[in-house]
């Protein structure tokens, strides 16, 4: 089966071009999935329920490629689940992202992107080890209250960090630290962001 996708950051904003597009392209009004959500929301339960659904041989299509993902990082991590289940992707818009044909020229921008991706990873990490290293030399100091174990005083400072960046998402730093959302959300509190997470928690 065809499936579509859309979705509009606010509620005032219409679906209109995006759902006309999908219909355009044969997929039926029962089978788009529609979602009115900001991109770096992580929580988007149409998508959701549609990734849940989506069965091997199925395809997916979207009118953009920034209305399925919120990152670079994100995007990777979706073909890749996409592959895992069997189930093939198109974007209307950016025709050279197409896994429906077998392409080897979207293979490759695919595996260009993850490679993309990674390298992202990397500098946040690399950026963030130099960003305590020199904080260190400053004197300034990175630890915690007592009771928390040195390992995991460098991963509140470390969720400090990705929290400022802005880049990973918080499923994907929890991911990065092998910790819990409730740890990641305790260590930030821990770093003094008590104000900051709570504004930061309704969009992520």
Known sequence: ?????????????????QMDALLKEGVLEKNIYTDKVSS?????????KLWDFVRSGDTIIVWKLDRLARSLIHFTKLMTELE???????SITEPFIDTTKQSSHS?????MFAALAQLERDIIIERTKAGMESAKQRGIVLGAPKGLSKKNQ?????????????????SEICSQLKISRATYYKYLRIRGLQGEVRSYGKTQ
């Open 1 to 17: 089966m065809v499936f579509g996708y859309a979705r509009v950051s606010t509620l005032d904003q219409s679906l209109n071009l």
């Open 40 to 48: 770096t929301a992580e929580d988007r339960k149409s998508l959701n």
């Open 84 to 90: 895992e289940k069997g189930v093939k992707f198109k």
């Open 107 to 111: 293979k490759f921008l695919i595996n």
């Open 154 to 170: 460098q991963k509140a400072v470390l969720c400090e960090e990705y929290f400022r960046d802005g880049k990973l998402t918080v």
